[in-house]
């Protein structure tokens, strides 16, 4: 079955420092690929998407996201941290349920402490 | 403007009763989905729906029930039989499932 795996719990980085948060997927064809940020006790916002093409991906708030198909890989980025990125940060993929409906399927999440 | 609307914000609910939390959408979108989020769990899918009419049992659907009857509305009842349901709920929508999907704010459920 499709799976996301975020390998960090928690991550702590200091404010104007550079971020890389880890997602790694399972899926055989080319996957349908996000990442969402959610603040304590809100909703989840989009950061940014892959489909397809360029493997560099742009999103809000400063963030970008490469897709590596040879590791599996849609690892988010940010060249400098600010105090209000502190949130937690989920990978999702498009995956086929056992029915072949398509579904969204969330890692577990990484919680990112930003220190002065 | 456009968006998702769960509601309540917060329900208490009493061990043995049923409860229907409500998620509303005016993006026309026609995929629904109901997620569950507990500390260090991530989000967990519950049921998701495709189109009026339809849904299918996401990955703990047990204890829960839902229906979508309109294209704007997609109710979830956690029953009695749920055996914990205090959690955060989520309710999600999208223009199809292969596309980025946009979520409410949450109901958080205590059973007291």
């Known amino acids: 079955a499709q799976s996301v795996t975020q390998p960090d719990i928690h991550i702590t980085v200091s404010e104007g420092a550079s971020l890389e948060l880890r997602c790694n997927y399972s899926?055989?064809?080319?996957?349908?690929l996000f990442w969402y940020v959610q603040s304590p006790g809100q909703g989840l916002q989009l950061l940014l998407k892959?489909?397809?093409?360029?493997?560099l991906v742009q999103g809000i708030k400063g963030f970008e996201a490469e897709f590596k198909r040879s590791q599996s890989s849609f690892n988010l980025r940010k060249p400098s941290v600010h105090w209000s990125d502190a949130a937690e940060y989920f990978c999702?993929?498009?995956?086929?349920?056992?029915?072949?409906?398509?579904?969204?399927?969330f890692g577990t999440g990484t919680r990112l402490l930003v220190s002065p | 403007d456009g968006g998702i609307t769960q509601s309540p914000k917060y329900l208490f609910r009493k061990e043995g009763q049923n409860v229907t939390l409500s998620c509303e959408q005016n993006?026309?979108?026609?995929?629904m989905y109901w997620y569950r989020q507990d500390p260090g769990q991530g989000l967990r899918l519950i049921y998701y729906?495709?189109?009026?009419?339809?849904?299918q049992k996401g990955d703990i659907a047990e204890g829960y029930s839902v229906s979508r009857e309109k294209k704007e509305s997609f109710p979830l009842t956690v029953t009695s039989a749920q055996k914990n349901p205090t959690a955060f709920y989520l309710c999600?929508?999208?223009?199809?499932?292969?596309?980025?999907?946009?979520f409410g704010q949450g109901t958080r459920l205590t059973v007291v």
């Open positions: 892959y489909f397809s093409g360029d493997t």
């Open positions: 899926y055989g064809a080319t996957p349908y």
């Open positions: 993006l026309n979108h026609d995929a």
């Open positions: 999702a993929v498009v995956a086929s349920g056992d029915t072949g409906f398509q579904k969204l399927v």
């Open positions: 999600a929508s999208s223009r199809s499932p292969s596309k980025e999907a946009f």
């Open positions: 729906s495709q189109i009026v009419n339809d849904f």
